[in-house]
């Protein structure tokens, strides 16, 4: 399929992938290396749901990131690391040096019993190893699952024991700006508690004493040292699996997303190139963890699945100071660079000294991922980074959908500041109102899609059931995505924010349930309720109502314990911004938290709460009103 490079290729291959979608992704497939050809293109019935693409074809992902490029790219740098500390030297990985490495991680796990569909926890920094340790899985078909190497041992232990991982690779620690994390100390708490894994192979990269169980803990230099950098790959369906990610929910335990091996492939390489325009010889640098979707598909998958350099960076934006992403990108000569709304808000508060000091000149393209950007951040990023003169693609897409579904095409397809714009060739979203109706030309709504992609999950691990109530229940026949959207005269998207109880921190998603039930381990707690409010820098920020069983006798203290335990069941990323203390909380007669009326209180606007009259007890309102934290 040849690349899209005018808004007319883009309109032609849009209708030729929603009127013949099967012949559409055939020829799109038919660029990657297959072992044995699909059978049937697109099987599908959303009201099972069952999706399945490409039936009866073989292939290893693998394959076609690595052994595809090495007659013409083995001297190329696949993978350009920039570590944490500026000082320490970047690496340079070629793609034969990435082929080679993946081989011996593959053999390193074969060797270690792992089987074509165990799955394997990755729990690791952002080192090249990472991405060894990502692709090794898929080289020998055990199915990976990254954990963000930010969650804490709680997190750890319900990721791992929901897909009944036998394996976890890891480090000893992490370097996060001046600080370090003990991995290995966080692995060992999780693993009191996760009888499937069996051993832990161990990267050294902080050099922290990470004591060894013995017959369970595996150094990794000593494991991969004496193996063969020679691997079959494993014959993989199109419907294997190829990862489980978790993403949050609106309520319960996380969502192990199933993703599957052709499919993917299929739709990550097509996106990748369509809408960065990626040119040969061309770095790109997406900013995100691999622990998120997005470093799975646009660190990992989309660069190599193209043959690109793809740069990888250890450290965060702020350390040693908040000049480090423009000094990286001066440095490597950074051509496409992909970043998250909040990291742009949050570099703004910096003087513009900070940016101005370097060349960002090779900057041909920006992007961003995660959350609405709004029209301030964009036009500060339009002005500053791109100068003016480079397009910004607003890519929407969510853990569930694999790659990017609306998004601007880079200087082919019009831009709109704070609109994610057009669905990409494949993708049929429509708006639909509350009572289940699609709403037709400009509007606001709920997005849903109406055909499948190749890249989407099929079910969430080990639950098909809950699969099909989050996603295909609301609106029958078809994907719901929990987004609400707006659409222009001109059809552009406008995403505007989660339409359930799941709130972006940061660009993280985070189930407001997880959250409470965290809150609700402080022995001091009753009962508490979370909510998102607008947050100048993270986009939103958690607001938590919280009953105790006695009235606290040091507000402040307890809020720190109480975030305290948030960040150790969860991870440091879903404390508490805000703790407000109270003694009931608005419920119906029905015993419903009417969060509508907390959001609002956490907004900071009280003045109209709306119809109150259905609660059991409203005089709760006036108490919540008054103590609400600013
Ligand atoms: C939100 C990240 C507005 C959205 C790839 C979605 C966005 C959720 C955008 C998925 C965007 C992502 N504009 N909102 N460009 N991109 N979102 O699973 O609410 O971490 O449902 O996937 O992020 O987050 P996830």
């Known amino acids: ?230 691997c079959v790959p494993e014959m993989m369906d199109a419907e294997d699996l190829l990862f489980i990610l978790y993403t949050s929910g609106s309520t319960g335990k996380p969502k192990g997303m199933v993703h599957t091996c052709g499919g993917y492939m299929v739709f990550i390489g097509y996106t990748f190139r369509t809408v960065f325009q990626y040119q040969d010889k061309e770095l790109f640098w997406c900013t995100a963890d691999i622990g998120w979707v997005t470093g799975h598909s646009y660190i990992i998958y989309g660069p190599l699945l193209a043959g690109a350099t793809t740069l990888l960076f250890e450290g965060i934006p702020s350390w040693p100071d908040p000049g480090r992403f423009w000094q990286t990108i001066e440095r490597h000569k950074v051509n496409i660079f992909y970043t998250a709304p909040t990291a742009i808000r949050s570099l703004e508060q910096a003087p513009i000294s900070y940016v101005n000091k370097y060349d960002l000149s090779s900057i041909r393209i920006l992007g961003t991922v995660g959350e609405p950007i709004n029209e301030e951040a964009w036009h500060w990023y339009n002005k500053n980074i791109g100068k003016g003169r480079c397009p910004i693609v607003d890519t929407w897409w969510q853990t569930e959908t694999g790659g990017i579904m609306i998004s601007p095409i880079a200087g082919v397809t019009p831009l709109k500041p704070t609109y994610a714009t057009l669905p990409l060739p494949g993708i049929q979203p429509t708006l639909m109102d509350e009572q289940g109706k699609e709403i037709t030309g400009t509007g606001e709504g709920r997005l849903a899609m109406k055909f499948p992609w190749p890249s989407m999950a099929r079910t969430i691990y080990g639950n098909h059931q809950r699969f099909r109530e989050t996603y295909f229940s609301t609106f029958p026949g078809m994907y719901f995505t929990g987004d609400g959207c707006r659409r222009d005269a001109e059809g552009f998207y406008r995403i505007t924010g989660r339409v359930d109880d799941i709130i972006i921190v940061s660009g993280h998603n985070m189930g407001t349930a997880e959250i409470e039930s965290a809150v609700d381990e402080h022995p001091a707690v009753c009962e508490s309720a ?33 975030r305290e335990v948030v960040a150790k069941i969860i991870g440091p990323i879903a404390k508490p911004d805000k703790i407000q203390f109270v003694s009931g909380l608005p419920k119906t007669r029905s015993g419903k938290i009417m969060r509508r009326i907390l959001r609002k209180v956490a907004e900071g606007d009280t003045s109209n709460l709306g119809d109150i009259t259905t609660l059991l007890d409203p005089s709760v309102v006036d108490e919540i009103k008054r103590g609400a934290l600013s």
């Open 530 to 562: 979370v909510v998102g409010y607008p947050h100048d820098i993270k986009g939103q920020g958690v607001y938590t109502f919280v009953i105790c069983y006695e009235k606290p006798s040091d507000e402040d203290k307890l809020r720190s314990e109480i």
């Open 1 to 230: 399929m040849d690349i899209i490079k005018t808004l007319s290729d883009y309109h032609k291959q849009y209708e030729v992938s929603t009127s013949k979608p099967d012949e559409f992704w055939a020829e799109v497939a038919s660029e990657f290396v297959w072992r044995k050809k699909w059978d049937k293109v697109l099987q599908w019935d959303f009201h099972k749901p069952e999706v399945k693409w490409f039936q009866g074809g073989k292939l290893n992902i693998t394959e076609n990131a690595l052994d595809r490029h090495l007659p013409h790219r083995a001297n190329q740098t696949a993978i350009l690391w920039e570590p944490n500390d500026p000082s320490e030297a970047p690496r340079k990985i070629s793609y034969q040096e990435l082929h080679r490495e993946v081989c011996k991680v593959g053999n390193m796990l074969r060797s270690h019993h792992v089987k074509k569909g165990d799955r394997v926890c990755i729990y690791m920094p952002m080192v090249p190893e990472l991405i060894y340790a990502v692709l090794g899985c898929a080289r020998i078909g055990a199915v990976h699952s990254v954990v963000f190497a930010g969650f804490s041992a709680g997190s750890l232990v319900d990721r791992i024991n929901d897909c009944g991982c036998s394996v976890v690779l890891t480090a000893d620690g992490s370097f996060r700006g001046d600080k370090k994390l003990d991995l290995k100390a966080i692995v060992d708490e999780a693993l009191l508690q996760c009888p499937t894994v069996r051993e832990t192979i161990v990267l050294k990269r902080t050099g922290s004493n990470s004591p060894m169980k013995s017959g369970r803990d595996f150094w990794w230099h000593e494991e991969v040292m004496s193996q063969s950098a020679d």
